[in-house]
């Protein structure tokens, strides 16, 4: 049987998985290894992988419920997988700015499976940040302040994407849910650490306050989140995936491959409200 290696891929953020074959059903024994790693780096990365859409399903499945994404265009013959599509007379990308996925609904999407299906022969590499490090690198003085502090998250940004081009793989006037309360300090469900949970694409004030009293401290969060030291940059290969928890990272998608396709599946997996 071929040993599953571990390889931290920076400082705070991410872990290189080799030894497990995704194209199979995982063993009791590996699904615990690639959750256990999930929770503690945050991201992990699987490379050369040949994954059919039935795998992607079956290995999200082997994990959690799957939480269809309700805005993303899906996958032609899988419902359950969303299309992340960048064609080569397209100016605009999908998630080019820091997010967690679904912080937007009452119970956030718990983690992303993301499989590089066609990829630009340069760039298009995805970002991701520890909200781990960026809590435990806070100040106490600031640690104290958002305690028991809570932010408004949004999902009317899909209502009407600013971009034409971007509102035909996005959007949805009718999909678009109340604004949900979370708390900009969240304990992980599984590790009970802590980790920032604020992010700049759905992120929109603090509870209470106003808009123009949240703006000053909110820009610094979003600034103080994502300083190169919490980061890694993933670049894809064809066979590459990696499976993320929203809850310890925000991730950002580069737009810098103008005139080349980039084609994504990605899956979304069900959470828990968050504490
Ligand atoms: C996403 O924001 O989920 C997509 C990330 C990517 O395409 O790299």
Known sequence: MTQIQIHPSAGYV????????????????????????????????FREQTMRPEDHIRLAEQVSEIDINRFFKPVDGYPKIAEVRKEPDQTVNIGSMWHSDHSYDTAPAMGS???AREVPPYGGDTVFASMYAAYDHLSDGLKTTLEGLKAWHTSSGFAAPADKEIGDRLGGQDRVTPD????????HPVTGR?????????????????AEESKPLLDYLFAHAV????????SWRPGSVAFW?????QHLAINDYHGHRRLMHRITLKGVPLQ
């Open 14 to 45: 991410g872990a290189e998985i080799s030894g497990i074959d995704l194209s199979q059903t995982l063993s009791d024994t590996e699904l615990e290894q690639v959750k256990n790693t999930l929770f503690e780096y945050g991201v992990v990365f």
């Open 113 to 115: 499976i993301l499989v």
């Open 180 to 187: 949900v309360l979370q708390n900009v300090v969240i304990k």
């Open 194 to 210: 802590k980790a920032l949970y604020v992010n700049e694409t759905f992120t929109v004030g603090f509870e209470g306050w106003t």
């Open 227 to 234: 300083k190169p030291a919490f980061c890694y940059r993933f």
């Open 245 to 249: 928890d929203n809850r310890v990272v």
